[in-house]
Nanobody, 120 residues
Framework: QVQLVESGGGLVQPGGSLRLSCAAS????????MGWYRQAPGKQRELVAT???????NYADSVKDRFTVSADNAKNTVYLQMNSLKPEDTTVYYC??????????????WGQGTQVTVSS
């Protein structure tokens, strides 16, 4: 079984910073892409940022120049450094990974979600 465990969410003032982490564990053969999505109540889940095993990154326009995605392949961990946070960044953030496992083959996995609240 494969699990994604997130950490690092919380409450921060506008203009502040937070760093999210997501660690994958289990019967992992290979991780192709990891990333972050977010979903506000009543809205569709949207891409925030992704990073491939080779280090190529992709960002939503709304977070470019403020957020940075990175990964430690040896630790099967992806990070999201969020700077210059705005109230509209408030929502639940979900870790996502495309993982090949010895049991299930290639599948997409999701974390449980971590709340980020930007408020004064």
């Amino acid at each position: 079984q494969v699990q994604l465990v997130e950490s690092g969410g919380g409450l921060v003032q506008p203009g502040g910073s937070l760093r999210l982490s997501c660690a994958a564990s289990g019967s992992i053969l290979r991780i192709n892409t990891m990333g972050w999505y977010r979903q506000a109540p009543g809205k569709q889940r949207e891409l925030v940022a992704t990073i491939t095993r080779g280090g190529s990154t992709n960002y939503a326009d709304s977070v470019k120049d403020r957020f940075t995605v990175s990964a430690d392949n040896a630790k099967n961990t992806v990070y999201l450094q969020m700077n210059s946070l705005k109230p509209e960044d408030t929502t639940v953030y979900y870790c996502n990974a495309d993982i090949s496992s010895s049991i299930y083959g290639l599948r997409k996995y999701w974390g449980q979600g971590t709340q980020v609240t930007v408020s004064s």
